[in-house]
């Protein structure tokens, strides 16, 4: 077997959309698709809509052979076929309610070529960021069982989430799981930012790492909802550090301002948080209700109900800062993975602080990135306390705000070699993005068990 063909469901022709073999309907579309969010009726925050927002195109049928199942009458038995998945938001959220749930609506023609084609496979696509945990696998196994599909005919398209396979053979053991279904990790979210790098080409010119800069730490914040951005922002309020810095941030953003106007949180302090260690609940609310005051904080687009991790970069905030924050995904979360955001530094000759999961540093250095250690205390990555960890890193932050500008200027000149490195190296897996798709197809087929 040397070949992977993914297989598409006929398009919704009812769906104003133009069906073209570049822009494959994602499979299940009839049950919600995040296409047609804005236009939903039946909830104030389009995001929530279980009924609108349960697959998207995720992208992945932009790198491998497609066709559409009714095509194929013949199976070759040098080719996996694959039924992609391509599920919007949380895996809980793809499998939680009956009506919607993907497993629960697949059918019973699908569920019959799994069960009676040696090569034909469900593939569940989680190859952005994708909270995961662990009632996630008992669920996707009872469901499964309850459609008669052997989970042995499931591959999960995985980012490389550490925690994933420890999580899952432990609870294989618990609940006496025989049948597995199959892992395909890859780092996505770099092949992507590192292909936008080669592409996007900003720094032909590179006279701007030796000019001096008017502002010190850079950082973006499009959900703020998240426990830990919005406890940055609340932190960076109370010190007044807003002025010398570049934070972004849009309370009136379309997607999540019903959860931070809403009636019930009344302003609550995030249960993640340690209070003892950060801030008291009514100090807190005080300083969030000046922070509301503030609506937002733009410094490059405008519109964040537009813009997302891919696609967009503005160059000339980094290249009016000195150091990048980057508020990761998850922090305060068991599940850890990293995303497109830790990857941006390195396309703008960025060093960083990371506010994200455990050993974050640590994955980075695997792939054969340098960080900054010689420069601050990243300590921070090895401690496995949420609190404690994002308190260390909060705390670099304070440091470098403590130091002026020509300081700053000369230490990110030292850096400049290491900044270099971390450049160059996004461009190589960049130029080597058909050798990781190659690399990832095998993988895919290794992980076949028929």
């Known amino acids: 077997m040397n ?23 994602p499979n299940l579309n009839d049950i919600g698709y995040t296409d047609r969010r804005y236009d939903c009726v039946c909830s104030t925050a389009p995001l929530d809509c279980e009924r609108h927002t349960q697959v998207f195109q995720s992208g992945i049928s932009d790198e491998f052979k497609c066709k559409l199942i009714d095509e194929v009458k013949d199976f070759d038995s040098d080719t996996l076929y694959c039924y992609p998945l391509e599920h919007f938001g949380t895996l809980t959220k793809a499998l939680r309610i009956k009506k919607y749930s993907l497993i629960k609506n697949l059918s019973d ?39 008669g599909i052997n989970p042995e005919k499931v ?17 294989c053991r618990n609940n006496q799981i025989k049948k597995k279904i199959k892992f395909a990790f890859c780092d996505y979210p770099l092949v992507r930012k590192s292909k936008e790098a080669v592409k996007n080409n900003f720094y032909n010119n590179i006279d701007f790492l030796t000019v001096k800069r008017k502002k010190k730490v850079l950082c973006y914040n499009r959900r703020v909802t998240k426990p830990h951005r919005m406890l940055f922002l609340i932190l960076v309020e109370r010190d007044k550090l807003f002025d010398d810095n570049l934070i972004s941030f849009n309370f009136k953003f379309k997607e999540e301002i019903h959860q931070l106007y809403s009636k019930e949180s009344k302003f609550e302090p995030y249960g993640e948080w340690d209070q003892k260690l950060f801030i008291d609940k009514r100090e807190y609310r005080n300083i969030f209700e000046k922070l509301l005051k503030r609506e937002k904080n733009i410094i490059d687009y405008e519109d964040f109900d537009e813009v997302n991790g891919f696609g967009y970069e503005y160059p000339e905030t980094y290249k009016n800062s000195y150091v990048s924050f980057v508020t990761e995904s998850s922090n305060f979360d068991s599940y850890s993975y990293i995303t497109e955001k830790s990857f941006k530094p390195f396309c703008h000759y960025h060093p960083f602080v990371v506010c994200g999961s455990y050993l974050t540093l640590s994955k980075l250095r695997k792939l054969g990135f340098k960080t900054f250690n010689k420069w601050w205390d990243e300590s921070y990555d090895e401690e496995p306390n949420h609190n404690i960890r994002f308190k260390k890193a909060y705390d670099i932050f304070l440091q470098l705000n403590k130091m002026t500008l020509d300081e700053l200027h000369n230490m990110y000149l030292e850096m400049i070699p290491t900044l270099k490195h971390n450049y160059n190296l996004m461009l190589e897996y960049g130029k080597n993005e058909k050798k990781f798709w190659i690399d990832y197809k095998k993988r895919i087929i290794d992980n076949h068990v028929y």
Request: net charge negative; charged share 30%; with cysteine.
């Open 109 to 147: 023609d699908i569920v019959n070529k799994l069960n009676t084609i040696d090569n034909f496979v469900l593939f569940i696509v989680n190859l952005f960021e994708c909270s995961i945990n662990k009632k996630n696998f008992i669920m996707l196994h009872k469901h499964l069982e309850e459609r």
């Open 155 to 171: 591959i999960c398209g995985q980012y490389n989430n550490g925690h994933v396979l420890d999580w899952y053979d432990e609870i």
């Open 3 to 25: 070949k992977v063909i993914f297989l598409y469901d006929k398009p919704d022709i009812e769906n104003t959309r133009i069906y073209n073999e570049d822009k494959w309907e």
